[in-house]
């Protein structure tokens, strides 16, 4: 097969690296800049996979460098860089690129929330606290305009970006007063690696909660709700599912006053029109329907007893993570929010 | 392959006739009845499917025997009936055996409500009035006395089976205020046909939730949890995954004082124990391990926000149908609850 | 969400139906050419499903046209048609459309034979037989040259493209003397509708083979190995693997002379070097390696015993059928060739 | 739940050890022994789960012992054992079961060979060369009569109990002439571990082939064919499909001299006849008919070009592994066939 060279559509907006490009999101972010028509993708890195071919690990994604070992003393000439690792590892590595002037989209946890004993309590010490707090939390449809200036982006993952999108209109209102979380997702949601849990075998045909005594992304979605105006404790359990690529949540809210269905609907359909990759649908949403896409579908509804029921389906590795991330670094670099995710 | 006969354990307890048994819970309910040491199948009959041997339907099940048209007036000799109709269907068939003699383990909703008002709502007219309200509801765990005497049981099918269990030791307590269930089930639970959505590729990688608006369901549940002790509204919200057989479902239950996770462990052990089929397990069920199995798996924790989750995990065709079936036909028959289901 | 338009970039080159739209591959044809930067997708056209939004049919494919019934006698300002429809019913819409001076690429069989007799044999009587004979046959790798100028193109199905780039490069040298192939397809090869048999349950957990006394797909691919200069007899068997998407034939091959793993590999390496759509990989090729692109991934060597093995693998809905449509529209139109498929 | 005792009918007939309980044959094989009503399971051993409970490593078979690391010199009461180690690693925990009187049944491949350089150039040096010869080869339905008296046997694994029952009607008759073996696995084939290869996120919606230079299974397959009257070459092509359990082989096969359909057929039934474990079909065998299950079904028909075609579905862990390994214990201790399989 010839060599397909980058679709670089005239000189690039930005000379890109993806650190971390071994793992799941890491890769993918890699996919989307090499296929970028305004980014150039420079470089690819990993420790444990240094010296591989990405495309020898990921062959789907057709992306034809060597893995490298990141050297933080040698990124002269990256304007931007995607960091893909572990929460709690991130840290140090972004405090590095930042102070080589380079713009940092963290697809990990360690700038997203803004209380520092709260970081603490769910992720042990914070790896560079002089940065901690100076990063804009990454779910574009809700910090767009900060994010267009931003240097650091923390980016959301994929419980917190399909909880917070799915209750949004409703949070905005301050009306949410209980909110019940059952948080659905694929087996790419927990990483590689994983050993005997995530064998094939393992998860065919299986199906189960997790980290049901507390998940370290309920604070997160309770810090984001509140800053949307509705200061309201969440009961956050996600499930694994036998699939691939795939975030679903059930919302099961309550309200400080009674809304219909109707006014619901209308609600998420004003909050939402226009946006590129929100559809607000006629139904309850599959897995399928968003798979390898950046949109995130979103359904609200009212059901017999009075509670608002708010769906939400995304990719977990495209809107719940590095799809995101671009879409995120698009706007940073002042390219067309939309740019390489169609 | 040598022609396998029954495996009779002496003369049988009891003739059995399976009706329905072309969809997914008849089939499985004739192979148990088939490997049953103490039950005879004497007949598997199908409206759609006379004329074919249920083995050439259902080769997994290894069942020799030709389904027949039903023949209502010519039912003697038979002692005992399980009735795999549709909703609605059932009642008219089930009233006729009845009023042949025989005992009838019905697997529809058509005796599972106790108000006529309510089925009629969320079902329609109903066959058989008369004998409305006659049936001993199945859910062996609770009704086992009642059952041991009765002459028609309805069995309740897998949402109201996994969700009543879960709930059960906090309901009967009458602890219960506020219940949101979030079930999810394999594809199996649809039935036979469906069309296109419930073709391999529109499910294969999807998931997603369904009548969402209500559910008819709900008002069995809450008939249940009233029974118990705790009449509380219920939200209720069924999803489909991409998996062939399996019922899990999370429940998010505020209680009338608060309770410690050490105390909601130790009033589920106490209550399940010595339960033939109920497993009081220590981490949340997964559905592999109850597949092909009559064994329902609970688990009971309290989330940080003080919410108690109850989860269970069942295989819809057997605990949540025909398994459940038999467990009921063994008390109504004097035998071990147990029998056939190992 | 925005709507979102079409990406086309400047006048179109063409302006393109596709007849068909509602099954598994005109769906994913009228997706490629909404999305084709070069092309403008006019109208989708379905008998079953007029009225019909096709992102209400295909929520992922996103080509937000309603299906229309397609009108012969109303085709002026079209330049070319993708049709869609199954073999047998293709043959006189595309006489009307190519009457109608309208490019056509036919994904049907009725056009790819050569043998009238043969063709009746396995398909019943052709309803276009002036127009028999008359397609270039669309395996874009063997026909480029044919297919810059051809007016109708019959583009062959997964089963005869994976098995004819799999045994291509021996063809032409005239090496082959006997060859098996064991190919291997996820669920949508088998179409929409299939009732029963594709129901996710049946097909959940299942592997078989299927038409193994004869598949009309053997001629046709003797007839074009034939056609590069191997006249060889075919044993081809079919089989149906509990995945969505992919097509990976395994060929077992004995050869006029002796060939060595590394003579094989070379010559296979020549024959496809610059290609952008093949791929001579290194190991036995996965279906996950090419889903949901155009690409074909090709592996050769030599077992212990003599024979050469051959495998590829596609994806079954693209480069198996719409992907390589377009691929061959491109070149009707003298666009390049892996414009809008990348 | 009320711990469940085994369901020993009587005295058993034996006691039995499992060793390497936990691995996928092991742990199967203890709960076969488990269930089974004339054995009695008295200890499963695990060197790297030594101290585990096994149903909390594989809850769905609800065995209740605890791994304990095997003691060989502490054996005593122990009748029989089955062992289920790596190939390679059985041979001198076999020999000292042996010395110590114990029956064994080993699944490795230890004792299938006959020819000791063969075993060495595949598998390496023999760990216990003064028994390699000794096993009886566990192929029930062909060495039935041996099996009743062996003290030694060698189970064969999936791929060439599969092939083998497939071919066996027509190697006996010495009719074979050239065989292609295109063998297909369920994940589950490959054993625990595996790491990223067999991550569910690698192997969901993919299938390829493997080890296509040669397959240490090749030459136990041709010994057998041998043996039973027909010394052919064989090409074995394994390959790995998405599902958990099954084993589908499609042979391909030229015979000495012509034999239409109606004759292979013929043939087959009449060899299978009375057989309880293998099952001639009328169409191309599929993966989930035989799921959890003993049972082989063979299919043999003769395509257009005049290959026979010869397919075998069985599971994997069950006729190809635990099942046809307890199926052999029962003979060697006189007991019926199927005790404890069906």
Known sequence: MAEVAQPLDGAPAARVLV??????????????????????????????????????????????????????????????????????????????????????????????????????????????????????????????????????VATPGCYPTASVLALAPLAERGLLTDVVIDAKQGVSGAGRGGGDAMHYVSMDENAFAYKTEGHRHRPEIEQELTALGSPVPVTFVPHLLPLDQGELTSCYAQTSEPISKEEAQALYRARYEGEPFIRVVDGPPGLRDVRDSNVCHVYVTVEERGRVLAFSAIDNLWKGASGQGVQNLNLMLGLNETEGLQ
Do not use: C, M, N
Not at 77 to 96: E, F, L
């Open 19 to 152: 650190a971390g490009a071994s793992g799941f999101t890491g890769a993918l972010a890699a996919q989307i800049v090499w296929r970028h028509p305004k980014l150039e993708l420079v470089a690819v890195t990993s420790r444990s996979d240094a010296g591989t071919r990405l495309d020898a690990l990921y062959p789907r994604y057709r992306v034809p460098l060597e893995l490298t070992e990141l050297e933080l003393d040698r990124v002269e000439g990256i304007d931007a860089a995607i960091v893909a690792y572990p929460h709690g590892a991130a840290a140090p590595t972004v405090a590095a690129l930042r102070a080589a002037g380079v713009l940092v989209v963290d697809l990990s946890a360690d700038f997203r929330l803004r209380d520092l004993a709260t970081y603490e309590r769910w992720y042990g010490e914070h790896g560079a606290p002089d940065l901690f707090g100076e990063g804009v939390y990454g779910l574009t449809e809700l910090y767009r305009e900060e994010l267009r200036t931003a240097k650091l």
